[in-house]
């Protein structure tokens, strides 16, 4: 490890240094934020430690932190997503001290975190929770340096809620995920088109025609039921949540139980956050030839040991697809090693997307270091004005106006003696 951290190769940064250039032209809202951090230095003086996808519009929050006054030290949250030029450039151009290096076996990975956490930092800013849990777990003494946090993913602020649940959670995190500009947008739009950019540029599928089922309707799982309708896929949905599963049935899905849903299904893509969402008795039924995959952020939800146990021979078959070949002659094609297919096969969300959620996380930064006294330890919320500053950054940034209340309506929303 050098003095800017550890990457691949960092003559790669010229080429990293090109495509941050792209996003950040797709990116206004967090340009805007970045300007203004320039002029007023919020987070001056404070150390950041993130542990986040290594992906273009991540360099550019990077950056908008750094021209905040906070130093950065970065380290990736999947082996898979880290976009090794992107690395290159942070550590090369802008001295952001980066650990990340796609397809990094664990040892590393954890190797990484801790690189990140020896900086000591005062904020952290986490992908799924675990640099909290390495820090909370390995190296409690430095608690008392951090104000506060923020958490990007569904995944994370589950794990967040339950260490707060059993009082374990030490400061304040403010859920990014929580806020409507992060998961109506990013999840829905950004998880919807990305996770199908992935399956395609794995196996070149042709979907139209074909059986598609989506395991979990949240959030991202409302947005690949709907972007994989458009390519002209039979989707079906399975979900344990029955007003969710009604809310599918009632967008124009079939729902069944996922033991039915194998069956017939060409492609299964989960998005739960959950573990062993598909599972032994699954693969025991599935047809031959289905594609299995995950878009939740561990991969757990597809339960691998249990089908490597079950398969007579696996194999690579392309970049990213491995067959395994069951004793019945069957096979079964496990996408990424069941890791985040978006962000392993393809990019990750596209950049104007991803603008919204990086806005959140660089306010809410500023917002702990500015309220973290005042905030006991325990998950938070996105504050409304925020929420609303980055929606109304958007709508300006594509030209689209909106109406005001007048002081009329003001006063009757407000009211409670008028009526029929």
Request: aromatic content about 6%; hydrophobic content about 40%; some cysteine.
């Amino acid at each position: 490890m050098t003095l800017t951290g550890h990457v691949k190769d960092i003559a790669l940064a010229e080429s990293g240094l090109t495509r941050m250039r792209w996003s950040d032209g797709q990116m206004p809202v967090l340009r805007s934020i970045r300007e203004r951090f320039s002029r007023d230095k919020p987070l001056a003086g404070l150390r950041v430690g993130a542990c986040l996808h290594v992906t273009t519009e991540t360099a550019n929050l990077m950056i908008a932190l750094q021209s905040a006054g906070a130093s950065i030290a970065l380290c990736a949250s999947n082996p898979l997503s880290t976009q090794d030029d992107v690395a290159a450039a942070l550590a090369g151009e802008f001295g952001i001290p980066t650990y990340a290096i796609k397809g990094e076996d664990e040892a590393t990975y954890y190797r990484h975190i801790e690189a990140v956490l020896e900086t000591r930092p005062n904020i952290t800013m986490d992908d799924g929770c675990d640099l909290v849990n390495v820090l909370h777990t390995r190296h409690p003494e430095q608690l008392s340096d951090v104000r506060g946090g923020t958490e990007e993913t569904t995944t994370g602020v589950i794990r967040l809620r339950a260490m707060a649940r059993d009082g374990q959670l030490r400061f304040p995190v403010v859920a990014v995920n929580e806020a409507l500009t992060k998961h109506m947008f990013d999840n829905r739009y950004g998880t919807g088109q990305s996770t199908l950019d992935g399956l395609i540029r794995a196996t070149n599928l042709l979907l139209a025609g074909r059986t598609f089922v989506v395991c979990g309707y949240g959030w991202c799982g409302r947005g690949l039921a709907s972007r994989a309708h458009g390519m002209g896929a039979h989707v079906v949905v399975t979900e344990v949540d029955p007003t969710r599963a009604l809310e599918a049935l009632m967008d124009g899905f079939r729902v069944m139980p996922l033991a039915e849903a194998v069956k017939s299904a060409d492609v299964i893509i989960t998005v739960t956050g959950d573990v062993n969402v598909v599972d032994q008795q699954h693969f025991q039924t599935m047809k031959d030839g289905c594609i299995v995959a995950n878009s939740g952020h561990f991969n757990d939800e597809i339960n691998i040991p249990a089908l490597a146990a079950m398969a007579r021979a696996h194999r690579p078959v392309r970049p990213l697809v491995e067959e395994y070949e069951m004793h019945d002659g069957r096979r079964v094609y496990l996408l990424a090693d069941g890791r985040l297919l978006n962000l392993s096969a393809a990019e990750g969300h596209p950049a104007a997307v991803m603008d919204m959620s990086f806005a959140n996380q660089a306010l809410s930064a500023v917002y702990i270091a500015q309220n973290a006294e005042r905030l006991a330890p325990g998950v938070y919320d996105v504050p409304e004005d925020i929420d609303k500053e980055v929606a109304r950054l958007k709508l300006d940034s594509l030209g689209v106006r909106i109406d005001e209340l007048t002081e009329v309506q003001r006063k009757y929303l407000a009211s409670w003696d008028t009526g029929t």
